[in-house]
């Protein structure tokens, strides 16, 4: 399921710098404390687990989308509604546990060293695209990050792959086929095929914080794709989002046309 969460700014104009999706993510966790301290801990310390012991969140949520914004440096100036969008599949019943917390508390803060930025949920609104089909084209409406790990030099090395690359669509395949056997307790048997439209690709490279280790760069893509799977399968893509780190504001898609 798909929400489309309302937000109202505390002040008349606020300030955020470009990147806040560690804030962001922060401020999502904190409403399913409210939801339920005990799925909220274990969502954060360990989460979904497949037979190797990797670990999934299953939730995906978007940038902020601003009614009215200037950019200012580093810095975005907002004012005005705002709002986001948070998914997951309704078998984990995250949904229902994040609406829960947003019940009990309809606060949405953005915390940054010493200063805030709050805002008040004034609404929620269901966002369901009722999938139905097995080829539907998509626009990622936040960056789709996939990378590997190589060893160099006896040290282990992340590298960020681009579409331009044949492995960047058959990673993010084999990323849905682990989040599939996690929700649907079965190994998915139908064809899955992704296609980048890598003309449609446009890097972006996002400073986040986790915890001890200071800014983290990672590195994303906003592109156009188009999958082929079974209607499951792109409610998975669709709800989950594609690629890593969803749940820090990557891999959210929307659909574009049917085809």
């Known amino acids: 399921m798909r929400l489309k969460i309302m937000l109202l700014p505390e002040k008349r104009f606020f300030s955020l710098p470009i990147n806040y999706q560690y ?8 409403i399913f404390q409210r939801g339920s301290e005990s799925v909220a801990e274990w969502l954060h310390n360990s989460g979904f687990q497949d037979d190797k012991g990797r670990k999934l969140k299953l939730f995906n949520f978007s940038y902020l989308n601003f009614n009215r914004y200037e950019l200012e440096g580093k810095r975005i100036i907002g004012s005005g509604e705002t709002y986001f969008l948070f998914s997951a599949p309704i078998e984990t ?9 947003v019940l009990k508390e309809p606060q949405f803060e953005l915390f940054f060293n010493e200063n805030s930025v709050k ?6 609104e269901v966002q369901d695209n009722h999938i139905q089909d097995n080829i539907i084209n998509y626009k990622t409406i936040a960056p789709v990050s996939v990378s590997i790990q190589k060893i160099e030099d006896g040290k282990k090395k992340i590298k960020y ?6 492995i960047f669509a ?4 084999k990323n849905l086929l682990k989040k ?5 307790g079965k190994e998915y048997s139908e064809k899955i095929n992704i296609s980048v439209q890598e003309n449609t690709a446009k890097s ?9 280790n200071g800014n983290i760069k990672v590195k994303g893509y906003m592109c156009k794709l188009k999958i082929e799977a079974s209607p499951e399968m792109q409610k998975i893509a669709y709800y989950c989002g594609i690629g890593e ?3 820090l504001g990557f891999g959210m898609i929307e659909r574009i046309n049917k085809n």
Do not use: D, T
């Open 93 to 101: 019943n995250l949904v229902k546990i994040f609406v829960s917390g």
């Open 161 to 166: 792959l681009a579409p331009s690359e044949n």
């Open 204 to 212: 972006k490279l996002i400073s986040i914080k986790e915890g001890k």
């Open 23 to 30: 804030q962001m993510s922060s401020s999502v966790y904190r």
């Open 245 to 247: 780190k969803n749940s």
């Open 119 to 124: 805002f008040l949920i004034s609404s929620i």
């Open 180 to 184: 599939y056997k996690l929700i649907k």
């Open 170 to 173: 058959s990673q993010i395949e």
